[in-house]
């Protein structure tokens, strides 16, 4: 794409007669053509922020919030709920976020080759092993914790390692509106963690998850003035 308005440029310039007095015209219709057809090329490789940010928001707002409603602080639950909702909507939840995100992804991405091509595809390594580790070590603890405090050990974990990778991720893109998530991320993780068990997942459900909402509507407004001509 960006050949085009490079080539027509040129033939611009060389049919220009240098005794000519008029105004440059079609120079600029030649760089208004040009800034139209960087905002296209964006708006073709710069997927929706919000199909890559409310997706998990929305998973964490659910799922974490039925977490708080059945599994409270105390020992009664504000709403009954099977002890086993919770947690399969929060994964049902998670796994469509990410198959959204990778949908998205491969779209916006496919044809993209290069360093960028090769730090996304080691990026999500990171995620998926990271993840497979972290949770495979937290399988062998938590069976020796009580419930409340395996629950809190499994999540506070979760939301730490996602906050971190996040940082990461930012700092590898130079994307200040990922870093400033996994910041976000980690401070409110921590916050949640030091309240105690039921509480934490009030915390990521509404700070996290409404958090991540509002950075997606942050985001999508940032790419609308990227992508305007």
């Known amino acids: 794409m960006t050949g085009s308005p490079r080539s027509t440029l040129c033939l611009k310039v060389v049919c220009v007669d240098p005794d000519d007095d008029s105004p440059p015209t079609d120079a600029a219709a030649a760089l208004r053509l040009i800034q139209d057809q960087r905002s296209a090329t964006a708006r073709r490789l710069d997927p929706d922020a919000r199909l890559l940010y409310w997706p998990w928001g929305v998973a964490w707002l659910v799922g974490f919030g039925l977490f708080f409603l059945r599994f409270p602080p105390g020992d009664r639950a504000l709403v009954a709920l099977p002890s086993w909702l919770p947690l399969t909507v929060l994964f049902v939840l998670l796994a469509a976020a990410g198959a959204t995100q990778a949908v998205v992804s491969v779209r916006a991405y496919g044809q993209v080759t290069g360093d960028s091509a090769r730090r996304g ?79 934490h997942p009030l915390v990521v459900a509404v700070a996290g998850g409404g958090g991540m909402l509002v950075a997606g509507a942050l985001a999508r407004r940032r790419q609308r003035q990227r992508q305007q001509p």
């Open 121 to 199: 595809q080691w990026y999500g390594y990171a995620w998926a092993l990271g993840s497979v580790s972290v949770y495979a070590g937290l399988g062998r603890i938590s069976e020796h914790l009580p419930h409340d405090l395996a629950a809190l050990l499994w999540s506070a974990t979760a939301v730490g390692l996602t906050g971190a990778l996040h940082m990461a991720g930012g700092a590898v893109w130079l994307d200040q509106d990922l870093f400033r998530l996994g910041v976000w991320i980690s401070v409110i993780n921590l916050v949640g963690a030091i309240a105690g068990p039921g509480w």
